[in-house]
């Protein structure tokens, strides 16, 4: 499937959540949506999944408009919410057989999937458990769960890492890498490393913006040049210190690795530049 966003713009009253912009995703693309809070994320993120429309501009769904007609969208998308909504009183597999009911899903071909992904998703142990007394965390995997079901052809998942341990996050980073050989995947997130191994276009947005949107091989390319490790002097402060990527405290002292167009300090050195730095470099614009 190709999905077409061409000029699309969304604005509250007066305010610019999103400025016009373009691109193109398709099936068998895992693309990472990055960017800091009130960057357009979610507001892009709702235009595609049909529950918002946009101020001006379209999306071209295989050729024709989810705008004018939303149900060619929504009965092609999984859709997991920053904030996913839950029946409380409703058990992990109860809430996501119900949500089965609700696309449609054959009651038989239902309770395999279900049965799949609360394996996949670490579930099993707490199927029969209320919502209203699961953690954050299994909140979180159930949301995903549902938003997997009935095998869509477009997913798109707005922060689903929020509250996962760090096993559960690479068990639903593996899941999305195998379901984007074939199928399209949007996953927005502000931690780079959720994409960082899977993702085959990355997009950065800032401030209603899109900045970026290539491959990862791409932003690296351009970052290089751009990203200094040194050993801070001890007379300066890092807490006035910008577009610092890490610090890290060493025998020698704290060495920084900063995002900057020009050499910070005579004796910085240039260092080989990570996905997250490569980022920095987009949203500090400094090429």
């Known amino acids: 499937m190709l999905l077409e966003v061409k000029e699309v713009s969304k604005k509250y009253g007066t305010i610019s959540a999103l400025n016009p912009l373009s691109c193109c995703m398709e099936s068998g693309e895992l693309i990472g949506l990055v960017g800091s809070n009130g960057a357009g994320k979610s507001t892009l993120i709702k235009i595609l999944s049909t529950l918002i429309r946009p101020t001006s501009g379209d999306v071209l769904l295989d050729g ?24 409380p009183n409703l058990s992990a597999v109860e809430f996501l057989m119900y949500l ?27 199927r029969n458990k209320r919502l209203s007394d699961c953690s954050g965390g299994m909140k979180q995997r159930v949301g995903i769960a549902g938003a997997l079901l009935g095998n869509p052809e477009i997913i798109i998942v707005d922060e689903p890492t929020t509250g996962l341990d760090p096993e559960e996050r690479v068990a639903l980073r593996n899941i999305l890498s ?64 910008s577009s610092v990527s890490s610090m890290l405290q060493t025998k020698e002292g704290i060495k920084i690795r900063q995002v900057s167009a020009e050499r910070p300090f005579a004796d910085a050195v240039l260092a080989e530049a990570a996905l997250e730095e490569a980022c920095l470099c987009v949203l500090e614009e400094v090429f």
């Open 100 to 126: 089965s009911a609700l696309k449609k899903i054959p009651k038989k071909k239902a309770r395999e999937e279900v049965e799949a992904f609360l394996e996949a998703l670490h579930l099993s142990d707490v």
């Open 178 to 241: 195998t379901l984007a050989c074939t199928k399209l995947v949007l996953l927005s997130t502000h931690i780079i490393s959720d994409i960082e191994a899977a993702a085959t276009k990355i997009m950065v947005l800032k401030k209603g913006n899109l900045l970026f949107c290539d491959t990862p091989e791409t932003l690296l390319h351009h970052a290089q040049g751009h990203v200094w490790e040194y050993i801070l002097p001890k007379s300066l402060r890092s807490e006035g210190l």
């Open 64 to 87: 024709r408009s989810i705008v004018k007609n939303p149900s060619l969208m929504q009965k092609n998308i999984g859709y997991l919410p920053q904030n996913a909504a839950f029946y």
